[in-house]
């Protein structure tokens, strides 16, 4: 069977106003088959989103899908073919892996990582393929469908992390919010990632897959006491990659849109309706499809460090402290280590957020409101204020309301960063550098006032590698707003 998209179907489709989707001729499987082959070629300029139809007769136990392509050698400089691959069943979303699987299954009891288990109803599926990128020669593609037939056992019902864990009352809680498990393209299991997280001194974390939710009801029995477990999703669209962090457990956030497709605020209004941050994550990495493209005006917070640190998180860093002086909005930043596997580690960097307990709600609300600074570990500290005349004090992602010529102190208290230089960046940028005791512990203040600086913020760098440079961050934190 051919499932090629000719110049002609490709144009017709744009014509429709479905320029970013494609829907091949149908699978149907004639009595006594169970096996389907569809054969194609994507050409460059193919839609997003290629939809393969199949009809799923009843009696169903197991669909099965494997598909392959090919991947042609192309000059220096020139996109080679990357064919993603996901499926709907006939109510909706039903899993994706992307490009991490050459195939996957789905029944009642079970299913391939990435996919929700559940029965296999007769009616209309929808295989997607998404061409990542297509080679000049075009991306040839085989999928492969399988049926087995059959009475299914009992779906499971799905157990999902409790919103609760046993904090310290108003504290500081470490996290990390974008993490990757074998349930998008990660090497780790949630079993692994939650020993990791815990070796890394972290209170809380989120599950953050590529385009599912299925990991969501992965983690039975990996909670405790000592770590509270938020489920959400990485929203992977071909214009940037959002977080949805701490969202309602089995909530399925749609990624089939552009920048220019005008869909991308009321996805962040579900999100939020779902109780989660939209968080645009690593805003400017190189790779395609993964830089910001939306703006900031329906974000909650933005992801400035992730993972080890990189010239991408220092042009994140800075895009982020010209908003800030620029007046254009304050959206908070965070952290997160985007860790897929080893050696990538958990908790690096991780978002310490000031909460009023360790609960789902709480912690969100720390994380929306910027009282939250991001370290590069467990062993990096922070405590940081603002104090001006009659006793008045802001902590991080807090306002000093003091007058404008009213003297203000500023105070960095610093653990753990040894061979690093603390300092004060402001609306003008850093205005004051002091190095850190060899222990890396020490307490840093400076003097200012509201009209002199509009806010202050601190960091704690590591030693300058390239000249004219600053040296990579230890920690960094919120601004304090300064003035009425």
Same mark, same amino acid.
């Given at each position: 069977?051919?499932?090629?998209?000719?110049?002609?179907?490709?144009?017709?489709?744009?014509?429709?106003?479905?320029?970013?989707?494609?829907? +091949?001729?149908?699978?149907?499987?004639?009595?006594?088959?169970?096996?389907?082959?569809?054969?194609?070629?994507?050409?460059?300029?193919?839609?997003?989103?290629?939809?393969?139809?199949?009809?799923?007769?009843?009696?169903? *136990?197991? =669909?099965?899908? $494997?598909?392959?392509?090919?991947?042609?050698?192309?000059? /220096?400089?020139?996109?080679?073919?990357?064919?993603?691959?996901?499926?709907?069943?006939?109510?909706?979303?039903?899993?994706?892996?992307?490009?991490?699987?050459?195939?996957?299954?789905?029944? %009642?009891?079970? %299913?391939?990582?990435?996919? +929700?288990?559940?029965?296999?109803?007769?009616?209309?599926?929808?295989?997607?393929?998404?061409?990542?990128?297509?080679?000049?020669? !075009?991306?040839?593609?085989?999928?492969?469908?399988?049926?087995?037939?059959?009475?299914?056992?009992?779906? /499971?019902?799905?157990?999902?992390?409790?919103?609760?864990?046993?904090?310290?009352?108003?504290?500081?809680?470490?996290?990390?919010?974008?993490?990757?498990?074998?349930?998008?393209?990660?090497?780790?299991?949630? &079993?692994?990632?939650?020993? $990791?997280?815990?070796?890394? !001194?972290?209170?809380?974390?989120?599950?953050?897959?590529?385009?599912?939710?299925? @990991?969501? @009801?992965?983690?039975?029995?990996?909670?405790?006491?000592?770590?509270?477990?938020?489920?959400?999703?990485?929203?992977?669209?071909?214009?940037?990659?959002?977080?949805?962090?701490?969202?309602?457990?089995?909530?399925?956030?749609?990624?089939?849109?552009?920048?220019?497709?005008?869909?991308? @605020?009321?996805?962040?209004?579900?999100?939020?309706?779902?109780?989660?941050?939209?968080?645009? $994550?690593?805003?400017?990495?190189?790779?395609?499809?993964?830089?910001?493209?939306?703006?900031?005006?329906?974000?909650?917070?933005?992801?400035?460090?992730?993972?080890?640190?990189?010239?991408?998180?220092?042009? $994140?860093? &800075?895009?982020?402290?010209?908003?800030?002086?620029?007046?254009?909005?304050?959206?908070?930043?965070?952290?997160?280590?985007?860790?897929?596997?080893?050696?990538?580690?958990?908790?690096?960097?991780?978002?310490?957020?000031?909460?009023?307990?360790?609960?789902?709600? %709480?912690?969100?609300?720390?994380?929306? @409101?910027?009282?939250?600074?991001?370290?590069?570990?467990?062993?990096?500290?922070?405590?940081?204020?603002?104090?001006?005349?009659?006793?008045?004090?802001?902590? =991080?992602?807090?306002?000093?309301?003091?007058?404008?010529?009213?003297?203000?102190?500023?105070?960095?208290?610093?653990?753990?960063?040894?061979?690093? %230089?603390?300092?004060?960046?402001?609306?003008?940028?850093?205005?004051?550098?002091?190095?850190?005791?060899?222990? !890396?512990?020490?307490?840093?203040?400076? *003097?200012?006032?509201?009209?002199?600086?509009?806010?202050?913020?601190?960091?704690?760098?590591?030693?300058?590698?390239?000249?004219?440079? /600053?040296?990579?961050?230890?920690?960094?934190?919120?601004?304090?707003? +300064?003035?009425?």
């Amino acid at each position: 069977m051919s499932g090629t998209i000719g110049r002609r179907g490709f144009m017709a489709g744009a014509a429709a106003g479905t320029a970013g989707a494609f829907t +091949l001729p149908g699978v149907s499987f004639a009595a006594g088959r169970s096996t389907a082959v569809v054969r194609g070629t994507l050409p460059p300029g193919s839609p997003d989103h290629v939809y393969l139809p199949v009809e799923v007769g009843r009696g169903v *136990r197991e =669909i099965r899908v $494997a598909y392959a392509y090919e991947r042609p050698a192309v000059p /220096p400089g020139t996109q080679g073919n990357a064919l993603d691959i996901g499926v709907f069943d006939e109510r909706g979303f039903r899993g994706w892996s992307g490009g991490a699987r050459s195939e996957f299954f789905l029944r %009642a009891d079970d %299913a391939t990582p990435g996919y +929700l288990p559940g029965p296999v109803r007769a009616g209309t599926w929808h295989i997607v393929l998404a061409p990542y990128t297509v080679a000049p020669g !075009g991306l040839p593609y085989t999928v492969t469908v399988t049926l087995a037939y059959g009475p299914s056992a009992p779906s /499971p019902v799905p157990v999902y992390p409790p919103g609760r864990a046993r904090g310290r009352g108003r504290a500081w809680y470490r996290g990390d919010c974008h993490l990757h498990s074998v349930h998008s393209d990660g090497g780790r299991t949630p &079993a692994e990632i939650a020993a $990791a997280a815990r070796a890394a !001194g972290l209170d809380f974390i989120n599950s953050s897959e590529h385009n599912t939710h299925a @990991a969501h @009801a992965a983690w039975d029995g990996l909670w405790g006491d000592d770590l509270l477990i938020l489920v959400g999703e990485e929203v992977t669209t071909r214009n940037g990659h959002f977080l949805a962090v701490g969202t309602d457990p089995g909530t399925f956030v749609d990624w089939r849109y552009r920048a220019g497709d005008g869909r991308f @605020a009321r996805q962040a209004r579900e999100v939020r309706r779902a109780g989660g941050l939209v968080v645009p $994550a690593h805003p400017h990495a190189t790779c395609v499809g993964c830089g910001w493209r939306f703006g900031y005006g329906e974000a909650d917070a933005v992801e400035v460090w992730n993972g080890p640190y990189t010239p991408e998180d220092e042009m $994140a860093l &800075a895009d982020w402290d010209s908003a800030l002086a620029g007046g254009r909005g304050w959206v908070p930043a965070i952290g997160g280590s985007d860790a897929h596997r080893v050696p990538q580690a958990v908790g690096e960097p991780q978002t310490v957020v000031l909460a009023d307990d360790l609960t789902r709600e %709480a912690i969100l609300a720390g994380l929306r @409101a910027g009282r939250s600074y991001v370290a590069e570990s467990s062993a990096v500290s922070l405590a940081f204020s603002a104090a001006g005349g009659r006793g008045a004090r802001a902590g =991080i992602g807090e306002r000093l309301p003091v007058p404008a010529d009213a003297p203000v102190t500023v105070r960095l208290e610093v653990t753990g960063a040894p061979g690093c %230089a603390a300092r004060f960046v402001t609306d003008q940028g850093a205005l004051h550098t002091v190095a850190l005791p060899a222990s !890396g512990t020490g307490t840093v203040e400076w *003097r200012t006032t509201a009209s002199y600086t509009a806010y202050v913020r601190a960091e704690v760098r590591r030693p300058a590698t390239v000249p004219g440079l /600053p040296g990579a961050l230890a920690a960094f934190t919120n601004p304090v707003f +300064l003035g009425t």
